[in-house]
């Protein structure tokens, strides 16, 4: 695309100048990029545009910067603008041909239940024949490709770049996962959901948010600032509530609540659950894989907001049974080993209530709490484990630049009794929880805080580490 169809008053020489991309990353700048000069906190993007000059045809930037950039750069000419991000946004759009109305878009947000609700709403589209695309924090499913994910949420410009990928190959309905801090960036700008999800809303995030008002007021944006089409709402979480009464064209699910969209008669099962979904004088009997009382709710999710957008309620009753859900999400990766990402209080409490639910005598618990995250979490955590678990192994779980030590020990200040034990190395932890776990009938362990995650970052190191993988190689032996 030449530059005049993105800027239509530039001189004649530069109109004609050909751009084969837009980057406003430096890591990531190719030949023939336009460059956005973004200013960013805790980085100096100006230190690094002498490095990129001869991969860009151009440089983007508000005209503040316009002294201080004819000192940096020589060789390209630069665009001045009044809003960096006003340009940014309408340049992308174009480049990348986004038009919303290509799209159906469905969001689903929350601190837990995001991933296993988009992945069960994408199976039950692909079941009724509709062809749809995956955006999520285990990866991204563009028809045919799966991409691991690197962000919950994709930034702007990589989402628009996604966007193209999935009109190219005629996908209609793009599901994705919304994070408090996409909302927050406004990196959906521009998207308009046909229907938006809740699942609930507990303590995560709290270094980005610093209070759990800022955290619930962010959410809550994706309901009220450009309003879907209509809402979802989980009446069993408290803060759902206060959304449900906020928001026009409402509907709500849920279990102990009068809800919309209702489970009675729920079964918890080792293998399974089972209930009927009720909505207004209809039921239908449902049978899931996933377990526990919060899955249900996940389910309830699913099917209703699919239902609302107007597919048979009976189709989707029947399609949950072949989901056998999502990867480190409470997966049994061995008789009576489970793997789960839950790295949230609520989320741990959650996972420990069901094995319990489910009919385990002893649970013992291995998990940890990031580094350079929520350090009020730590204590909560352990608290939580100390209830809900029979016996816990505190660990290290991605303590970055702290020392996994003073971690360890902040989680065990939460701790009621002495019924866990401090094992740094993760790998001996796990070990050491499975012969445990060996020596007493009923019993089972969950390897809590990673799920599908492939490695452990220490210092700014990412080092290869997956509890399922760990699991496999202490039992082979």
Known sequence: MRLKHLFPNLNKELKEKKIRGISEDSRITG????????ERKNFDIFSVLNKIEDKVVAFVSEEKNKEKLKKIISKKPIIFVKNIEEDFCRVVDRFYRFNKDDFKFIGVTGTNGKTTVTSLIYHLLKKIKKECALLGTVKYILGDEAVK????????????KIFKRIKDKGIKYVVMEV??????????????????????????????????????????????????AFSLINIDDRYGCKIFKEVKNVFSYGIKNNAHFKAKKIKCLKEKSQFLFIYKNDSYLVDTPLLGKYNILNVLASVSILFLLGFPLKKLTEGVASFKGVEGRLEKVYPDIFIDYAHTPDALRNVLLTLREIGYQKIICVFGCGGERDQGKRKIMGKVASIYADFSFVTSDNPRNEDPLKICKEVEKGFLKKNYS??????????????LKNKMESCCVIIAGKGHEEYQIIANKRIPFNDKKIVKEITRK
């Open 31 to 38: 030949y023939g990029d336009l460059f956005f000069v973004k």
């Open 149 to 160: 994910a690197n962000y919950t949420t994709p930034d702007y410009l990589i989402l628009r």
């Open 179 to 228: 994070s408090s801090y996409a909302i927050d960036q406004q990196r959906i700008k521009g998207i308009d959901f046909l229907g938006c999800v809740f699942t609930n809303l507990s303590r995560d995030h709290l270094d980005y948010h610093k209070t759990m008002k800022n955290y619930f007021e962010t959410k809550k944006k994706l309901f009220t600032l450009n309003p879907p």
């Open 422 to 435: 401090r094992i740094i190395d993760r790998k001996k932890a796990i070990k050491e929880a499975i012969k």
